[in-house]
């Protein structure tokens, strides 16, 4: 939720995740401030799994939830 408020949406000082792909129901690019690397998360059969951690509830999945969410209730992702 940190990114979603942010002013600066690509600023690894104040968002420990950053959004750089969305395809809506399919993947997920993130960077991961934290990690220091790109994260890749995909959806197969509406089931978001994190291609990195290899999990599907791990911080990487939470955020494509909230951006597919947020994506569905607003059609956009940046406002």
Request: a negative charge; one cysteine or more; aromatic letters at 8%.
């Amino acid at each position: 939720m940190q990114w979603l408020r942010s002013e600066d949406k690509m600023s690894t000082d104040t968002n420990p995740i950053i959004l750089k792909e969305f395809a809506h129901t399919r993947y997920s690019l993130l960077y991961d401030s934290i990690a220091g690397r790109d994260i890749r998360v995909e959806t197969h059969n509406g089931v978001p799994r994190c291609k990195s951690c290899k999990s599907n509830d791990c911080g990487h999945v939470g955020f494509m939830i909230l951006l597919e969410q947020k994506y569905e209730n607003d059609g956009v992702i940046l406002d």
